[in-house]
């Protein structure tokens, strides 16, 4: 018995020093109480409270790494899903790694910038005060208060040309800031697909932004008003500024034969406070606050190549 006889050594060591003496001394005096003892039961109750305790940490240390890899898995899971190229039993890392092109963008600028951007973190370079904006309250309409100065955005490519520009987006819903990717076409206009990945709204209600058949009514919408379009003209989107964000979630189903349904969107039965809340984060992600700058530069390069 090899474990055994390690076990000794460690002992006979330990038998060295005094307070382990003492200590040992202890529970031998706790170990002899009756049961019914009440230093015995007390004894007994920290010591276990202590192992657990141990227990709990060595847990919590070992699975770090764990949790880290299955959130990023999470994360490119989520913006495959949203670009349309998650399919079952794909592997993620692969297509991932081989389909999505992460870069970093000033908000300000509309620029692409040089850095790490898959070792970017967006959501805790909001909270950072040297990696941020306050957002002037005004402005505020998806009730974030501060805005990361640089955006990871994600891009499918066929060759050169963008297929796909993916867009991080976040606001206030009723109950919970909600977070997700909104894929644009390479017209930085024309809707692809939107998911959320970080909600707490209720299920049933605000939670139905996951339901896969509320996001499929995304797909064609268009995000900023034209100005040539009829609807516009006669004042059937709420932003009339040629430009301007002008989609919106409605109260109840869009009628698709009317002028203007390209900018609207069924709103979540019940849960008007959500609706109007993504409504909100898409127009303010949207506006030249978010990524309207970018957008555009985009559209110019893509037109020139
Ligand atoms: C327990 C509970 C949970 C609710 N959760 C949501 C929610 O997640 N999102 C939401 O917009 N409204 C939620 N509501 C409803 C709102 O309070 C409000 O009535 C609703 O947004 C009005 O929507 P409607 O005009 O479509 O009926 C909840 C209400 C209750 C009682």
């Known amino acids: 018995m090899p474990n055994c006889q390690h076990l000794e050594k460690v002992c006979s060591k330990l038998e060295q020093y005094e307070q382990y003496r003492k200590f040992k001394a202890y529970c031998l005096k706790i170990l002899a109480l009756g049961n019914d003892s009440l ?40 913006i495959l899903d949203v670009a349309g190229l998650l399919e079952a039993n794909s592997d993620v890392e692969k297509v991932f790694a081989t389909q999505i092109e ?101 299920p049933g209600l605000g939670g139905e932004v996951v339901n896969p058949k509320w996001r499929a009514l995304w797909k064609g919408k268009k995000v900023y008003a034209e100005s040539d379009q009829p609807s516009l003209e006669k004042g059937l989107i709420d932003e009339a500024d040629k430009g301007e964000p002008a989609l919106s979630l409605i109260k109840g189903t869009v009628d698709t034969s009317k002028p203007g349904s390209q900018y609207q969107v069924d709103g979540l039965a019940g849960a008007s406070l959500t609706s109007t809340g993504v409504t909100n984060l898409v127009r303010y992600w949207m506006s030249k606050e978010g990524f309207a700058t970018y957008l555009t530069k985009v559209r110019v390069t893509e037109k020139k190549s």
């Open 102 to 202: 992460a870069k970093l963008v000033d908000l300000d600028t509309g620029e692409y910038v040089e850095g790490d951007a898959n070792a970017y973190d967006q959501r805790k370079a909001a909270k950072d005060p040297a990696q941020s904006v306050a957002i002037p309250k005004e402005k505020d309409i998806a009730h974030i208060r501060v805005k990361a100065k640089l955006a990871k955005v994600y891009l499918v490519k066929d060759g050169n040309a963008i297929k796909s520009i993916i867009l991080p987006i976040n606001g206030y819903g009723l109950w919970s800031t909600l977070y997700g990717f909104l894929a644009l076409d390479a017209d930085g206009q024309t809707v692809q697909s939107i998911n959320f990945y970080d909600q707490a709204e209720t």
């Open 39 to 78: 230093e015995k039961t007390i004894a007994i109750a920290v010591a276990l409270c202590l192992v657990c305790a141990v227990l709990v940490s060595l847990a919590a240390v070992a699975l770090k790494p764990l949790q880290v890899s299955n959130k990023e898995l999470d994360m490119k899971t989520n």
